[in-house]
Nanobody, 116 residues
Framework: QVQLVESGGGLVQSGGSLRLSCAAS????????MGWYRQAPGKQRELVAA???????NYADSVKGRFTISRDNAKNTVYLQMNSLKPEDTAVYYC??????????WGQGTQVTVSS
């Protein structure tokens, strides 16, 4: 099992930047996959960026070139650097970890609001 705690959300103007952090309760080195998802009001949860099981990164088309996912294995933390934010990026952002033995785990979410 793993517990995930997100931080770093907030209110920012269009064009601004935020960095989200996801701290895991155990080593992330061997976690099958980790990433960030978001859910806007009235919409389904969608993938934003993730490290895949093969060690690659995967981004939603809408954030390519603006968002960067990174990780610090020593700190058991995954980050999401978000630049050039747009109002349509407004959502609750969730950290996700997928373990081979026990499935998906989610953090509590952090609100990101981008004003126009």
């Amino acid at each position: 099992q793993v517990q995930l705690v997100e931080s770093g959300g907030g209110l920012v103007q269009s064009g601004g930047s935020l960095r989200l952090s996801c701290a895991a309760s155990r080593s992330i080195f061997s976690i099958y996959a980790m990433g960030w998802y978001r859910q806007a009001p009235g919409k389904q949860r969608e993938l934003v960026a993730a490290f895949t099981s093969g060690g690659r990164t995967n981004y939603a088309d809408s954030v390519k070139g603006r968002f960067t996912i990174s990780r610090d294995n020593a700190k058991n933390t995954v980050y999401l650097q978000m630049n050039s934010l747009k109002p349509e990026d407004t959502a609750v952002y969730y950290c996700n970890a997928e373990l081979i033995t026990s499935g998906d785990y989610w953090g509590q979410g952090t609100q990101v609001t981008v004003s126009s």
